[in-house]
């Protein structure tokens, strides 16, 4: 079975770090570009970044350039979303999706998200 599990969400004050993981069971991501996107409560679903197969390329939506910071580990069939700096406007449930070898494909895969609050 095709599986993305995303992790290490959680409640976290302002100016502090999360490092969410998104690893890969039934495939491997050696040929998927993955994704990160994220839905605050009563907002559309934004995507916060992407990085392709290869980690060659990356992108970020404007509002999380230079704080955040994505990583992949294709040996452990892992990506990652360093996050720093975080802001309560950052408060989510974050999600990690896959297409095929780059970020301009279409995200055929998803993982069921993970909550991260960013609150005092």
């Known amino acids: 079975q095709l599986q993305l599990v995303e992790s290490g969400g959680g409640l976290v004050q302002p100016g502090g770090s999360l490092r969410l993981s998104c690893a890969a069971s039934?495939?491997?991501?050696?040929?998927?570009?993955i994704g990160w996107f994220r839905q605050a409560p009563g907002k559309e679903r934004e995507r916060v970044s992407c990085i392709s197969n290869r980690g060659s390329y990356t992108n970020y939506a404007d509002s999380v350039k230079g704080r955040f910071t994505i990583s992949r580990d294709n040996a452990k069939n892992t990506v990652y979303l360093q996050m720093n700096s975080l802001k309560p406007e950052d408060t989510a449930v974050y999600y990690c999706?896959?297409?095929?070898?780059?970020?301009?494909?279409?995200?055929?895969?998803w993982g069921k998200g993970t909550l991260v609050t960013v609150s005092s």
């Open positions: 039934g495939f491997t991501l050696d040929y998927y570009a």
């Open positions: 999706a896959a297409a095929s070898l780059y970020c301009s494909g279409s995200m055929g895969y």
